[in-house]
């Protein structure tokens, strides 16, 4: 009888147990990367090898670009201090296996959402900084003014990117003929191009206007009007933690929440005594938003203290765009919009089950 009895008693404890465990280890597997930022003290962030506007490496070795900014963003809203960053720079190829492995945190390398990137790759885009497009470059001595007079043409296109695929697409979807001169770094393609092995080189248009300038004349070379494709650039993470994912999605869309708000880096004193609700929530002067993702409630006045704005950085690569003639409309780059940082209901807040 006592045996009887007991056996529900036990079922429901080795339940409750089970319970218990799975909280404890899903709280554990779900602040993992926190965690391990923590404990490393810096955050382990994926950059390109050097494009200009995005990431790249002067030579007293500092970083510069929107991407670089984005990582130190993170290190600033986890540490208080822009500066505990590791980046680690990786060519397209080696990218996504440095996220799945992780030797890295997040991805900020001007890497475009795609489907499969998420779907077969098990990684997880956290939001855009930047819409792009891909784009084609030729020598001005051909005189040729539209990318549909490129049938025959050698292409020097960079290995492990969605622009291999997009330039595949457009000329068979144009009936023309190509030839790509597959290249692993952007340096390499550009050099190769200059060196005359092919007749044409695409990239993302917003990386080309930057190798226009780096070739020996950039008045020798043009990009054609043509935008071939959507790219739309973001910060990219694992699947494995939505703590994590959280945090660095929040941060993106926190920081286009300030820059609509007018908040930077020079107004940021004036802003937390503003007396505007979702200036307040932002800024962490009301709610705990920050400490929801185990950060703390002034995440964002910390981002934009340290870092300030990226959008205004980006219209100097965005006018150069414009001046070679590409439609705004191809470029919204600083036209996006954050997302509200704002309880789940503001009168009657849901709560977890
Ligand atoms: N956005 C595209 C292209 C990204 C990409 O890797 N582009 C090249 C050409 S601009 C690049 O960034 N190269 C710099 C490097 O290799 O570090 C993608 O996600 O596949």
Known sequence: MSGLASRPAVRAFALLWALVASLASGERASAQTL???KERGTVACGVSQGVVGFSIKSEAGEWSGIDADFCRALAAAIFNDATKVTFVPLSADERFRALQSKQIDLLSRNSSWTMSRETELGLAFAGVNFYDGQGLMVRRARNISSALELGGSKVCVQTGTTTELNLRDYFQANGMAYEAVPLTTADEAL???E?????????DASALHGERLKTSAPNDHDILPEIISKEPLGPVVRQDDFQWFNIVKWTNFAMLDAEEAGITSQTIDEALKSPKPEVRRLLG??????EQMGLTRDWVARVIRHVGELRRKLRPQRRRQIEAGHPARDQPALDQWGHPVCPAGPLSPARRP
């Open 35 to 37: 965690n391990a930022v």
């Open 191 to 193: 050099k190769a191009y």
């Open 195 to 203: 060196a005359g092995r092919c007749d044409v080189r695409t990239a």
């Open 285 to 290: 002067e009301e709610g705990n938003f920050g």
